[in-house]
Antibody, heavy 122, light 109 residues
Framework: QVQLQESGPGLVKPSGTLSLTCAVS?????????WSWVRQPPGKGLEWIGE???????NYNPSLKSRVTISVDKSKNQFSLKLSSVTAADTAVYYC???????????????WGQGTLVTVSS | SSELTQDPAVSVALGQTVRITCQGD??????ASWYQQKPGQAPVLVIY???NRPSGIPDRFSGSSSGNTASLTITGAQAEDEADYYC????????????FGGGTKLTVL
């Protein structure tokens, strides 16, 4: 059973950088899956942030692309998110998820972390 | 704004059938996946691909697609199905991006 666990500071100052890590257990991050970050502002819907493959290939949400970096550490079986120049609008629960789907037309998030609330405030 | 459009809220009487829809151009080429989210919990995958349910998801959940619309149907809705439901698929740009619908709040009466 694959498990994902987010970790990182719960409070970030405005203009600072949000940094989170997702530890993967029960499976290899080098398997044929993409690994995604998704966020949810309080009381709002889900927003896809971006994804990474174990090779290091990434895709980002255009609305966040200038501020986002997703990286992978295969030796630790984990991947990370950095979001720079944060504002209060970046306050959200951040989830990591495994993006399964060998077929390009049939992709889905089958495993999710429990989520971690990050608040941007001084 | 989302490239996948969902009705904000839908209600269904206990035991009846409800359909939740998701519209978007990308759905003509890519399957949608559906997620159930209850308050304070992470989303849970309920339907993926043409009409596939992960292990543990009741068979009252089913999926279908026609043209630019994907649908999640709950046949015989139960009280525990009350939740927010989100669809997800590729965006329509062809740039390997993912997008969520705005979500549908399902109320079981």
């Amino acid at each position: 059973q694959v498990q994902l666990q987010e970790s990182g500071p719960g409070l970030v100052k405005p203009s600072g950088t949000l940094s989170l890590t997702c530890a993967v257990s029960g499976g290899s991050i080098s398997s044929s899956n993409w690994w995604s970050w998704v966020r949810q502002p309080p009381g709002k819907g889900l927003e896809w942030i971006g994804e990474i493959y174990h090779s290091g290939s990434t895709n980002y949400n255009p609305s966040l692309k200038s501020r986002v970096t997703i990286s992978v550490d295969k030796s630790k079986n984990q991947f990370s998110l950095k979001l720079s120049s944060v504002t209060a609008a970046d306050t959200a629960v951040y989830y990591c998820a495994r993006d399964r789907g060998i077929v390009a037309t049939e992709r889905y998030f089958d495993y999710w972390g429990q989520g971690t609330l990050v608040t941007v405030s001084s | 704004s989302s490239e996948l459009t969902q009705d904000p809220a839908v209600s269904v009487a206990l035991g009846q059938t409800v359909r939740i829809t998701c519209q978007g151009d990308s759905l003509r080429s890519y399957y949608a996946s559906w997620y159930q989210q209850k308050p304070g919990q992470a989303p849970v995958l309920v339907i993926y691909g043409k009409n596939n349910r992960p292990s543990g998801i009741p068979d009252r959940f089913s999926g279908s697609s026609s043209g630019n619309t994907a649908s999640l149907t709950i046949t015989g809705a139960q009280a525990e199905d009350e939740a927010d439901y989100y669809c997800n698929s590729r965006d329509s740009s062809g740039n390997h991006l993912r997008v969520f619908g705005g979500g549908t709040k399902l109320t079981v009466l």
